[in-house]
């Protein structure tokens, strides 16, 4: 370990090169090649490794540094974003730089923002409060910054939006929740079903596999078609069912 003050002149050091790719957090959008992306990615990361060291000190704090803690946050959640773009690209589709990067999202985990956390901030949030709206963008910018929770935005942005001011005051906002998840994720299922010509009870199946497991077999992931399809196909469409099985379970596990 360097001393605290190296490891701010370090950090100040990289946030300089970040703010030459993208001077505000809306500049990364307009990042056209690929290796423009690679740039922000490496200049982003470099910005955790050291974030992770200065966290260790009890004298950090943001003050210190030369970007601020909202804006550090907004950089991360574009950085996922791109993780998010890298990982979702099939095999079908053309070699990219971006496929050989280690985004390193480990160093993005954090024990303190989790489901139960998350969980308690909308227990307390009230519908009928002058600060719902800036509470409800908290919730939302906690999820875009977890590279774990990044699935969950959606579904907790339309709980708040259509559910939770309905919900009587007596009424326990947890159980709802899971109401309300189980009816997402149905729809979810069924939608997914018919737009791939797939077998209910074999994707169910499948799915309820995948979510005991966290292993997907091939053989189980074919069965489920209804068409018969070329090799080509086949293993094209392998793909797109395997991921969309993968993602379903990530969104809709809350434990």
């Not at 992306?37 to 540094?65: C, G, P, Q, W």
Request: aromatic share 12%; proline share 1%.
């Amino acid at each position: 370990m360097k001393d605290y003050a190296e490891y701010v002149t370090d950090f100040n050091k990289y946030v300089e090169k970040l703010f030459k790719i993208a001077s505000c957090v809306n500049d990364v959008d307009k990042l056209e090649t690929e290796e423009e992306k690679v740039d922000f990615i490496t200049a982003y990361r470099n910005l955790i490794r050291v974030m992770n060291r200065l966290n260790t000190f009890t004298e950090f704090s943001f003050d210190h540094i030369d970007i601020g803690e909202q804006e550090f946050e907004d950089y991360k959640s574009k950085y996922l974003d791109l993780y998010d773009e890298v990982k979702s690209k099939t095999t079908k589709e053309k070699v990219s730089i971006l496929n050989d990067l280690d985004f390193e999202v480990e160093l993005l985990k954090r024990d303190d923002i989790n489901v139960t956390y998350i969980m308690l901030l909308l227990k307390e949030l009230d519908p009928n409060s002058e600060s719902y709206a800036k509470d409800k963008e908290f919730i939302l910018k906690l999820l875009d910054g977890s590279e774990e929770l990044r699935s969950k935005r959606e579904l907790i942005e339309k709980f708040l939006e259509e559910n939770l001011p309905l919900i009587p005051e007596e009424q326990d906002v947890e159980v709802e929740f899971d109401f309300y998840l189980k009816r997402e994720k149905e729809e979810a299922i069924e939608k997914f079903m018919v737009e791939e010509n797939l077998y209910e009870d074999r994707l169910k199946e499948t799915i309820g596999e995948y979510d005991f497991s966290r292993k997907l077999d091939r053989d189980m992931v074919k069965s489920t078609f209804m068409e018969k399809l070329g090799l080509k196909e086949r293993r094209v469409k392998i793909e797109i069912v395997a991921n969309t099985i993968k993602d379903l379970v990530d969104r809709f596990t809350w434990y």
